[in-house]
């Protein structure tokens, strides 16, 4: 007997969980309030999904998998400075983005800190390159401005899930974009 289908759109649900967890975090997203926001019984939900840690661990992988997808578009232009500009930017227009919850679900969720540290490697790995490229000086410390950018982006994300206007998250990578270390010039 194959049981009985699924009365619900599994791809629009994990979205739903995504959107939840962002919101509250994975300690305060009780299996009610997912079952109520998805619009699915228990039962339903721990037959597609299992329970709800293994919820989190898929609906945390879709998120990050969409933040890894914008990071490695910036990181292809053409120098660093350009590359963490437009994470930057696009880290500060995503916490303030009026359709989704303030701040990264990725940089605030305890839960998460190995995907921070993917991160932290995918900053790194291209001020690496700016630092071969010659666009960043050869002695800059990528390793430690990496983690910088790090902290700078949860601080970003802190700041708007505190109320913070998209000026001011923007204002905060402005001011980080303005430390990055200038390649000597050419003449």
Same mark, same amino acid.
């Given at each position: 007997?194959?049981?009985?289908?699924?009365?619900?759109?599994?791809?629009?649900?994990?979205? @739903?969980? @995504?959107?939840?967890?962002?919101?509250?975090? +994975?300690?305060?997203?009780?299996?009610?309030?997912?079952?109520? *926001?998805?619009?699915?019984?228990?039962?339903?939900?721990?037959?597609?999904?299992?329970?709800?840690?293994?919820?989190?661990?898929?609906?945390?992988?879709? +998120?990050?998998?969409?933040?890894?997808? *914008?990071?490695?578009?910036?990181?292809?232009?053409?120098?660093?400075?350009?590359?963490?500009?437009?994470?930057?930017?696009?880290?500060?227009?995503?916490?303030?983005?009026?359709?989704?919850?303030?701040?990264?679900?990725?940089?605030?969720?305890?839960?998460?800190?190995?995907?921070?540290? *993917?991160?932290?490697?995918?900053?790194?790995?291209?001020?690496?390159?700016? @630092?071969?490229?010659?666009?960043?000086?050869?002695?800059?410390?990528?390793?430690?401005?990496?983690?910088?950018?790090?902290?700078?982006?949860?601080?970003?994300?802190?700041?708007?899930?505190?109320?913070?206007?998209?000026?001011?998250?923007?204002?905060? *990578?402005?001011?980080?974009?303005?430390?990055?270390?200038?390649?000597?010039? @050419?003449?």
């Amino acid at each position: 007997m194959a049981g009985r289908p699924r009365s619900f759109d599994r791809d629009a649900a994990l979205a @739903v969980a @995504v959107e939840q967890f962002w919101r509250a975090g +994975y300690d305060e997203t009780s299996v009610a309030i997912l079952t109520a *926001a998805m619009g699915v019984t228990p039962p339903s939900l721990y037959a597609a999904f299992g329970d709800k840690h293994r919820l989190f661990e898929e609906a945390s992988s879709v +998120y990050f998998q969409r933040t890894c997808e *914008a990071v490695d578009r910036a990181a292809a232009l053409p120098t660093a400075r350009d590359a963490i500009a437009q994470i930057l930017d696009d880290a500060a227009r995503a916490h303030t983005d009026s359709e989704t919850p303030p701040g990264c679900l990725m940089l605030t969720e305890p839960r998460l800190a190995a995907q921070r540290e *993917a991160l932290r490697r995918r900053l790194q790995d291209r001020l690496d390159q700016g @630092v071969r490229d010659g666009d960043l000086p050869a002695t800059t410390n990528t390793g430690r401005l990496a983690l910088f950018l790090v902290a700078v982006l949860r601080g970003m994300s802190g700041c708007a899930r505190d109320g913070g206007s998209a000026e001011e998250v923007m204002a905060i *990578a402005e001011a980080a974009l303005a430390t990055l270390p200038q390649a000597p010039r @050419v003449d």
